[in-house]
């Protein structure tokens, strides 16, 4: 497993939302993998240690939620933490049950997204120190 805790992975099946939440997270500093579905997030999270997840909900196949039990069956602590996308604000209220850090509604302004991936990255570096 690569020590790459500065990676964020972004996961969405929208390649156009996927794309720009990239691009975003890269412009402001960020070292950013992606990944178009729910086990291609899993491989990815296998192989690096990731400062972050930024995960999508409503995906085909394997949603968000289950991509999420998934990461917390096989690696326990040591999933990363995660910002649940969703177009639905009942689902982003329920993020923490699912085992994500925060929920963050469809649409959102992209200073809402910086801050929650700030807020989370500092947590991460506090604990690694």
């Known amino acids: 497993m690569a020590d790459d805790l500065d990676m964020i992975l972004v996961v969405d099946d929208d390649p156009t939302l996927r794309k720009a939440l990239s691009r975003i997270l890269r412009h402001h500093g960020h070292r950013v993998l992606e990944a178009?579905?729910?086990?291609?997030?899993?491989?990815l999270s296998r192989e690096y240690s990731l400062a972050l997840l930024v995960l999508d909900y409503m995906m085909p196949g394997m949603d968000g939620g289950m991509v999420l039990r998934q990461l917390r069956r096989e690696l326990r602590d040591d999933a990363p933490p995660t910002l649940l996308l969703t177009a639905c604000e009942s689902q982003a209220e329920r993020a923490q049950d699912l085992g994500a850090a925060c929920?963050?509604?469809?649409?959102?302004?992209?200073?809402?997204?910086?801050?929650a991936v700030d807020r989370h990255r500092?947590?991460?570096r506090r604990m690694s120190d």
Do not use: M
């Not at 178009?36 to 899993?42: E, R, S, V």
């Not at 929920?103 to 801050?115: A, I, S, Y």
């Open 36 to 43: 178009a579905d729910g086990p291609t997030a899993l491989a």
């Open 122 to 124: 500092r947590c991460v």
């Open 103 to 115: 929920g963050v509604t469809k649409p959102f302004r992209v200073q809402q997204l910086l801050d």
